[in-house]
């Protein structure tokens, strides 16, 4: 299926490697020029080596996206460089575990900056070019912990990832009239080169195929590149009637009935 997304132009956070990678990656595949954004110079450019392999132009910015004034930056750069904006695939984020009552404010801060606030203010450098042009797309990677329960210690996971959903929602309703569509993804597990799982299963291989038995209906696994895929999708004018929807990519793993 042809995504139309030839010349496009994406930003993707946290995009170095995993989910983001995946994500810049499937946009470059169907022909859109991307910018990309990560704290460590020397893995961000990696990344970008292998995206331009699919012939398209990528901006590589390291930045730390929670530091002041750089959300901004990252937009003016890209619309400097690419002349337009159409898509923002906000990815970067991250977990902190502990019991609720011992989580301290810089802890609830920390997270909120980087899972949250991020969005926020890549998105709102961005929305004021998508307007100008009529036409854009906005998709937040949440989780499947986001729209239920995931469990003792991931209070701080748990609250910024609804959030998300909750902020895409309202942002499809205010953005429908200006031709901006805002939607989330929810992966489930989701391994790749380095990530959590990865670790886990090389660590601790029975228990990582016990946990697949009693939690993956799949039978394993998610990759990065069915993440990408379907962010690349609905970024597409091929997801046209879809705005302030969230999308699981889990493999059957999530049990949320709505």
């Known amino acids: ?47 970008a ?54 989580l301290s404010d810089e802890d609830w801060r920390d997270l909120i900056d980087l ?23 906005i998709c937040y990677i949440s989780s499947i912990f986001g729209r239920e329960l995931g469990g003792a210690g991931l209070s701080l996971y748990n609250t910024t990832k609804s959030a998300l959903i909750s902020m895409g929602k309202v942002m499809a309703q205010e953005l429908a009239g200006d031709g901006i569509r805002v939607n989330t993804v929810a992966p489930g597990s989701i391994r790749f080169e380095g990530g959590s799982w990865d670790t886990r299963v090389k660590e601790r291989p029975d228990e990582m195929r016990e946990f697949i038995d009693q939690n993956l209906p799949i039978g394993r696994f998610g990759r990065a590149d069915e993440v990408g ?26 049990h949320s009935l709505i």
């Open 49 to 102: 080596d292998d995206i331009r392999a699919h012939g398209v132009e990528v901006l590589a910015i390291p930045m730390d996206v929670t530091d002041d004034g750089e959300p901004a930056r990252l937009v003016e750069e890209t619309a400097d460089r690419f002349g337009r904006i159409d898509m923002y695939a906000g990815n970067v984020g991250g977990n902190r575990r502990g019991d609720f009552e011992e």
């Open 229 to 254: 895929d379907t962010v690349a999708f609905l970024c597409s004018d091929r997801a046209s009637l879809v705005t302030g929807a969230c999308i699981n990519v889990d493999g059957g793993q999530s």
């Open 115 to 137: 899972n949250l606030m991020s969005h926020v203010r890549v998105s709102r450098a961005a929305i004021p070019h998508m307007k100008e042009q009529e036409s854009g797309s």
């Open 1 to 47: 299926m042809d995504l139309g997304l030839t010349d496009k132009v994406a930003i993707v956070t946290g995009a170095s490697r995993g989910i983001g990678k995946a994500i810049a990656e499937s946009f470059a595949k169907e022909g859109a020029h991307v910018a990309i954004c990560a704290r460590t110079a020397d893995d961000l450019e990696e990344a």
